[in-house]
């Protein structure tokens, strides 16, 4: 069975620009969750996906934003950016809501410079 | 302010011994506890899990302790492998029921097994 795959795995983007990330779940898994992960924060939550709403959002400013797609491939945007969106951005999926046991993807590295 | 914290950023344990990894939380609302592990160019991994009603859980060579008095949980790994190289995520969520949103991470402890 695939991975999740993320898209793309790197990018460099300037001040005041937007970004979208793309992520695809394992087949068959329909929740689809985005964490930030920084040195200085460590992993955060950013939102997570269900059935293509949004169920929950993290203390992030509404600079960042997602959807989810009828196949369960999600998307998320970052506009305005900031030197400190800088990051690496992480997708996970599971096969439903109930489930910890989610599976990251690669993770796509953002510096904004 | 940080709700779970893994004060240790890297631990050097030799090949064959014991790796105790610890993690401490400050929301005693939280109920599930999860730890997990990531290789460098890789996403997190999950690796095991234990719910507040037990003080302990073991999968193979992985077990998870938890002392809810104290509010702390430890990662046992016996015996240490050279493959256990890797960041270990400690989580916490005040749901059992599972749930993305509720999820907290600590920093994450960098393991490193010496030959």
């Known amino acids: 069975k695939a991975g999740v795959t993320q898209t793309p795995r790197y990018l460099i983007k300037t001040r005041g620009q937007q970004v979208t990330l793309s992520c695809s779940p394992i087949?068959?898994?329909?929740?689809v969750s985005w964490y930030q992960q920084t040195p200085g924060q460590g992993l955060q939550f950013l939102f997570e996906?269900?059935?293509?709403?949004?169920?929950n959002k993290g203390n992030f400013p509404g600079r960042f934003s997602g959807r989810q797609f009828s196949n369960s491939r999600s998307e998320m945007n970052v506009s305005t950016l900031e030197l400190g969106d800088s990051a690496l951005y992480l997708c996970?999926?599971?096969?439903?809501?109930?489930?910890?046991?989610?599976?990251f993807g690669p993770g796509t590295r953002l510096t904004v410079t | 302010d940080q709700q779970v914290k893994q004060n240790s950023p890297s631990l050097s344990v030799q090949e064959g011994r014991i790796s105790i990894l610890n993690c401490d939380y400050t929301?005693?609302?939280?109920?599930?506890f999860l730890w997990y592990k990531k290789y460098p160019a890789e996403g997190p991994t999950f690796l095991i899990s234990?719910?507040?009603?037990?003080d302990k859980n073991e999968d193979g060579r992985f077990t998870v302790f938890l002392n809810k008095s104290a509010k702390h949980l430890s990662l046992h790994i016996v015996p240490s492998q050279p493959g256990d190289s890797a960041v270990y995520f400690c989580?916490?969520?005040?749901?059992?029921?599972?749930?993305?949103?509720?999820?907290?991470f600590g920093k994450g402890t960098h393991l490193i097994i010496q030959p």
């Open positions: 996970a999926s599971s096969w439903d809501r109930i489930s910890y046991e989610q599976y």
């Open positions: 087949s068959g898994h329909r929740s």
């Open positions: 996906y269900f059935s293509e709403t949004q169920r």
């Open positions: 929301n005693s609302m939280f109920d599930y």
């Open positions: 234990i719910s507040s009603i037990k």
């Open positions: 989580a916490a969520s005040p749901y059992s029921g599972g749930g993305a949103d509720g999820l907290t």
